[in-house]
């Protein structure tokens, strides 16, 4: 009888792994296993669901170009931005990075270079107050956050920068934000941890207004290694952090949802 009930049980595998002639493509049946989660037990829509996708396809680079974030997902977005996976992610991101590092031989020449907003310094007091996203960008009430000087740091960045400066990497940060805002910048960095650098880089208007932020920091970055410095390594929030020329030996993305600078 045991000998009966596995050999059903194994054809019944057979079957469902192979599956029958009727409705196979290429030899898999996809009725075996529907994908059901779209829908809750009540066949619900769930919006979360999407809100994955979205949120895959803007770290995958695959959506680009968004001005905000979808309003069916804002409960999502912000639940991931306060909660323990945003932090996980970005450590995920940081130790890949420090892995990369222990692999080098480092020397005085050595740069690493960071962005600021969403990557050493973090804007959630002010998005949490904004739909994490989903209200259109507004420069003058984001200036005026800025101008507070008061934007805590990312604690998994901070501990990267750390061990990069007891190394003695030169330390380069490249911004977007104008050079009005140098000073202010410069003291929330410290404030927030990062007392020490050899480039604070902030865009200057009159040679980059209209240009996009892959163009300005190409060249800013093309500038340091023609002082004779070599990038050994590039770390940002956004793709046009880390996308264009002169980009170092690796870049690390972290992640950011709320917003799209090309």
Known sequence: ??????????????????????????????????????TGLGGHYIPEVSCQSWMLGVEAHNIIGFSTVPKDCIGYIGNYLVGDQYRSDSKTVCREAYFYLKTLNITDKDAWVFDIDETTLSNLPYYADHGFGAEPYNPAAFDKWVDLGAAPALPESLKLYRKLVSLGVKIVFITGRP?????????????????????????????????????????????????????????????????GTNVGGRTFKLPDPMYYIS
């Open 1 to 38: 009888m045991k000998v009966f009930v596995l050999f059903v049980a194994v054809a019944v595998a057979t079957w469902q792994c192979q599956g029958s002639d009727e409705g196979d493509d290429h030899g898999a049946n996809f009725q075996i296993f529907p994908l059901r989660m779209k």
């Open 179 to 243: 050079l009005s805002q140098r000073d202010v910048t410069a003291s929330n960095l410290k404030r927030a941890g990062y007392d020490k650098w050899d480039w604070l880089i902030t865009k200057d208007p009159s040679i980059y207004n209209g240009k996009t932020a892959v163009t300005y920091k190409s060249k800013e970055r093309r500038k340091i290694e023609e002082e004779g410095y070599n990038i050994i390594g590039n770390i940002g929030d956004q793709w046009s952090d880390i996308l």
